[in-house]
Nanobody, 117 residues
Framework: QVQFVESGGGLVQPGGSLRLSCAAS????????MGWYRQPPGKQRELVAT???????NYASFVKGRFTISRDNAENTIYLQMNSLQPEDTAVYYC???????????WGQGTQVTVSS
């Protein structure tokens, strides 16, 4: 069974930065597109960014230019570098497959990111 373990969240002031990590127990990790998602308080989960098997990336408009997704296939890990954080970025952040496979996969506990002064 696929498992995702997210880490790196915390409390940060507006304008600050955080780097999230996600370790995935996925066979042949390198062939899968992966993604970061988030669920703000009281809202539905939304896609933040994806990275393909070849390293191509896509971002939601609300994080473009501030967040960077990357992957380390040797470590079965993806990362999310978040800069210029704003209060509206407050959410639980999750990783999963970056496509329809996410709807068929289990979700980890996520990591809480709180942006507040």
């Amino acid at each position: 069974q696929v498992q995702f373990v997210e880490s790196g969240g915390g409390l940060v002031q507006p304008g600050g930065s955080l780097r999230l990590s996600c370790a995935a127990s996925v066979s042949i990790f390198s062939v899968y597109g992966m993604g970061w998602y988030r669920q703000p308080p009281g809202k539905q989960r939304e896609l933040v960014a994806t990275i393909g098997s070849g390293g191509n990336t896509n971002y939601a408009s609300f994080v473009k230019g501030r967040f960077t997704i990357s992957r380390d296939n040797a470590e079965n890990t993806i990362y999310l570098q978040m800069n210029s954080l704003q209060p509206e970025d407050t959410a639980v952040y999750y990783c999963n497959f970056g496509n329809y496979l996410a709807s068929r996969s289990s979700w980890g506990q996520g990591t809480q990111v709180t942006v507040s002064s």
